[in-house]
């Protein structure tokens, strides 16, 4: 499968600040990148899907100016938390998919975002 | 709506013995399923997929799911677990997106 990569694997910040994820497809171009956040003992919700060049499609609830998506290549989007707050601490998954792969999405390890 | 449903939370069961994971989906038409399996500090990887071809679907590590459509359900099973199937699992109903079960953590005791 395809090697999808997370980083920083874990951050801690303040209340107020902002945190960027960065996630990487490293042996493929992905032509669309998914966001998922994952609360503790409960499963991945859709936040975000999005196309590379053009504007990310949220789910119903999420905030598009709370998590702003950039997918600005094919090999790399990144979710940026703004503002954060003890609630926004989750667990925050991408994964990649490309037609040529029938679709199937590879899932990066995650990164756990602890807001104090 | 298309939704799965995972029946137990938690799972525990003997190295050696067989492992069974229970999911039910509900679908108006012939669904898209599958089981992912989740490592600590490792991303999700695809078991086995059904996509109303074989109804018995053989997958990755000696894991099998068969859809059943009379009983609305695609249980994954494997005859032995071994200490390395310890993850949790998640069951997957795929349309134009993914929808996750809520998981089964399936704990293997020596």
């Known amino acids: 499968g395809a090697v999808v990569s997370q980083h920083p694997s874990r951050v801690i910040c303040k209340s107020g600040t902002s945190v960027k994820i960065e996630c990487r497809s490293l042996d493929f171009q992905a032509t669309t990148m998914f966001w998922y956040r994952q609360f503790p003992k409960q499963s991945l919700m859709l936040m975000a899907t999005s196309n590379e060049g053009s504007k990310a499609t949220y789910e119903q609830g999420v905030e598009k100016d709370k998590f702003l998506i950039n997918h600005a290549s094919l090999t790399l989007s990144t979710l940026t938390v703004t503002s954060a707050h003890p609630e926004d601490s989750s667990f925050y998954i991408c994964?990649?998919?490309?037609?040529?792969?029938?679709?199937?999405?590879?899932f990066g390890p995650g990164t756990r975002l602890t807001v104090l | 709506a298309q939704s799965v449903t995972q029946l137990d939370s938690h799972v525990s069961v003997s190295e050696g013995t067989p492992v069974l994971l229970r999911c039910n989906y509900s679908s108006s038409y012939s669904p898209s399923l599958f089981w992912y399996v989740q490592h600590p500090n490792k991303g999700l990887q695809l078991l086995l997929k059904?996509?109303?071809?074989?109804?018995l679907v053989k997958g990755i590590n000696g894991f099998e799911a068969e859809f059943k459509k009379s009983e609305t359900s695609f249980h994954l099973t494997k005859p032995s677990a071994h200490m390395s199937d310890a993850a949790e699992y998640f069951c997957v109903y795929n349309t134009d997106k993914l929808i996750f079960g809520t998981g089964t953590r399936l704990q293997v005791f020596p």
């Open positions: 994964s990649t998919s490309r037609a040529a792969l029938n679709y199937e999405q590879f």
């Open positions: 059904y996509t109303s071809a074989a109804t």
